[in-house]
């Protein structure tokens, strides 16, 4: 039973984390300008992670020792075109360790690279 408990708390997280990777990165590829916005990149991914309970609504900043780290980039593709790169780092408060399966602590991070439009 809590096996099944913390493996649907970890697959909300990865939802999660995606989640607000992909709506950072909507915003950072709008203009060159945006494209390494990591302040409102932040602000996106918390309102999009405001659920998960180590975050909710009073996390109000994105750092590398709170559960939530967002960093965003100018990002040079293969082809030569401009893109924005945004990497959401997301750390799970301690659940109940299951020895070999699961660890007490889940560290996720996810990045989108969205070509820019403007």
Known sequence: MIGAFDWGFYSYALIC?????????????????????????????????????????STTSCSASGPVSVTATSYTASAGSTASKVSVTYQSNTLIPIPGLLTNQLTVTRSVIMRLRG
Do not use: I
Request: charged share 10%.
């Open 17 to 57: 984390t995606q989640s607000a990777a992909r709506v950072a990165a909507e915003y950072t590829s709008a203009s060159p300008a945006t494209a390494g916005d990591s302040s409102t990149a932040c602000t996106l991914a918390l309102n999009v992670m405001q659920d998960l309970p180590n975050v909710g609504t």
